[in-house]
């Protein structure tokens, strides 16, 4: 098979193992119990998975940000951190002031 | 799109239900199976709180939408996926950090025996999301059919903003409600998946350079920042530390393994503190 079209198979298999959940989830509902211990599991992986991607991301780039160094990376989340408080619990506000301090420190400092 | 172009898909889709509102559409024995696909989108009953949906949708919903996918569609292209596998990503998956995970899964040169897995679990939490929606979303002449089809557009914002919101709604009225929402949320994924794939290509390296840190940063500040249970905070830390060590020893699993890891950590801890409150 060409690789493009094993890429789209994978994602079409990636696609229906999610829909495994959603639809299970009509068949089950009103049955079981949302909060129930095996639920709790799963949410605790899919947060640490998330997680552990999003630091990965950040302390070990691929691709065009590891031309970055990590303190700019850090500066940059502490920005966007700072701003997301200061405009008011803004989520926009803060991705935005992050992605613009990275975006300058690069800019200004090479 | 705005509020009045899912409404008005809204509309649309209600117009198949009026049997000779659309010649060529009627229901014919003859055309049994045309039509009949027709009718099974055409369950809408209530066009005004399908536009009411897209109408709360349209701002910050939207908008945070476009930018977590217009930083998705640059990762995508920065890590080497085509355009049509990203987009085509947004439509069949629809789930932001599953389609990180499939990006950066396959450009660490994992195989689908990780990757589904992995892609999976971490969309696992779509089966509590959707046990718990569906009771609120069903009216009594609600077909079930229209909730599997409603299924696929089941994701964190909307779920969110519906949980809150459909309690308000008269039954009837929340399928469509969340339909117009989600649709509009979906719209919105799609343009900032194509967007941010081509900005990523067509911005100098210094801006291509934060459209790609978006994506990170995003789920960074919505993590630390909007995350309140005790359980998830835990598993956060547990993962976020494991994942950069695990990743040295093998990038092409470290994201299936410091999360099984970590998570599994986090929720012993939390049961043996007696704490079950996620």
Known sequence: ?110 | MGAQGCAMIAGRLRCCQRRDAIPGLRCGRGDRYGCGAMRMLAWLPGEDAAREGAGDAVGVAAAVMFAGFLGFGALAADTGLSVGAALFSTVAIWALPGQLVLAEMSAAGATWVAILPAVMLVNARFLPMTVSLMPLLRAPGTRRVHLYLTAQLVAMTGWAVAMRRCPELKPEDRLPYYLGFAIACWFASLVGTGAGYYFAHAFPPLLKLGLVFLSPLYFFVMLACEVRQRAWLLAMAAGALLAPGFHLVSPEWSILTSGLAGGTLAFLVIRASGAGDA
């Open chain 1, 1 to 110: 098979m060409p690789e493009a079209l094993t890429t789209l198979v994978l994602i079409a298999a990636c696609g229906a193992g999610t829909y495994l959940w959603r639809g299970l989830g009509v068949a089950l509902s009103g049955r079981i119990n949302p909060t129930r211990p095996l639920f709790i599991w799963v949410g605790c992986v899919a947060y640490a998975m998330v997680a552990g991607l999003v630091s990965r991301l950040i302390l070990l780039p691929a691709g065009s940000l590891t031309a970055t160094p990590l303190a700019y990376r850090a500066l940059a989340c502490a920005a966007a951190i700072a701003a997301y408080y200061l405009g008011g619990r803004s989520l926009l506000f803060g991705v935005t002031a992050g992605v613009v301090a990275l975006v300058a420190l690069s800019a200004g400092f090479g």
